[in-house]
């Protein structure tokens, strides 16, 4: 079974600045999806960005990107000039791409980012 | 608007109450899922579907049942909830490939008391 782990409970960034959020990830497959999700106080989940595992070149959206290290299981989020709206809960999440492995998103605990102004 | 509906937003039950949480869905989406959020264990699966009629235990289904009588439409049950089950849950659907990912509900706080 595959496993999520996000190690930081709790992240703090200044606007403005940069910050990375970490997730590693546990598999025996070779092909498979990762995912960002942002939680804000509305507790709405929503994608932020997806990587899939076969492609080498790490994935952006605006001011989002992923630094993914399939050898290392690793796929982290950095998000830069950071905005109060990102304050949010984040989840990192897996998806095989095997259906006889049934359908699910794995998903890690969360890192809480909080932004000060 | 393509969205998952969830309803209600909040409920607040006693212990062995039967009650159904409602999921529906307006994008022809072929999976869907159950997820609960519980502080400090992020979301895990209960069920999912992944066809009319085609139903499947996630990580924690005990106390739950679902059913699939058509796409659009894949209820969750609690036939007897106990305090245990108070939780955030979510309903999510999706076009059927990994890649893209999953379109979530807005949440159900359920609280059992």
């Known amino acids: 079974a595959q496993t999520v782990t996000q190690s930081q409970p709790e992240m703090s960034v200044q606007e403005a600045e940069t910050v990375t959020l970490s997730c590693t990830y546990d598999?025996?497959?070779?092909?498979?999806?990762l995912f960002w999700y942002k939680q804000p106080p509305s507790r709405q989940m929503i994608l932020v960005i997806r990587?899939?595992?076969?492609?080498?070149q790490n994935a952006t959206e605006n001011r989002f990107s992923v630094n993914f290290q399939k050898a290392a299981k690793s796929f982290s989020l950095k998000i830069s000039d950071s905005q109060l709206g990102d304050a949010a809960m984040y989840f990192c999440?897996?998806?095989?791409?095997?259906?006889?492995?049934?359908?699910?998103?794995?998903f890690g605990t969360g890192t809480r980012l909080a932004v000060r102004p | 608007e393509a969205q998952v509906t969830q309803n209600p937003r909040y409920l607040i039950t006693v212990t062995g109450k039967k009650l159904t949480v409602t999921c529906s869905q307006n994008?022809?989406?072929?999976?869907m899922s159950w997820y609960r959020q519980d502080p400090g264990l992020g979301l895990r699966q209960i069920y999912y579907?992944?066809?009319?009629?085609?139903?499947d235990k996630g990580d924690v289904p005990e106390g739950y049942k679902v059913s699939r009588k058509e796409k659009r439409n894949f209820p969750l049950i609690l036939e007897s909830p106990s305090p245990n089950q108070t939780s955030l849950y979510f309903c999510?659907?999706?076009?059927?490939?990994?890649?893209?990912?999953?379109?979530f509900g807005s949440g159900t706080r359920l609280t059992v008391v």
């Open positions: 999510a659907s999706s076009p059927g490939p990994a890649r893209q990912g999953y379109t």
């Open positions: 598999t025996s497959e070779s092909d498979y999806y």
């Open positions: 990587q899939e595992a076969y492609k080498q």
């Open positions: 999440a897996y998806r095989s791409t095997f259906k006889s492995s049934g359908d699910k998103l794995t």
């Open positions: 994008m022809n989406h072929e999976y």
């Open positions: 579907s992944m066809n009319v009629e085609v139903t």
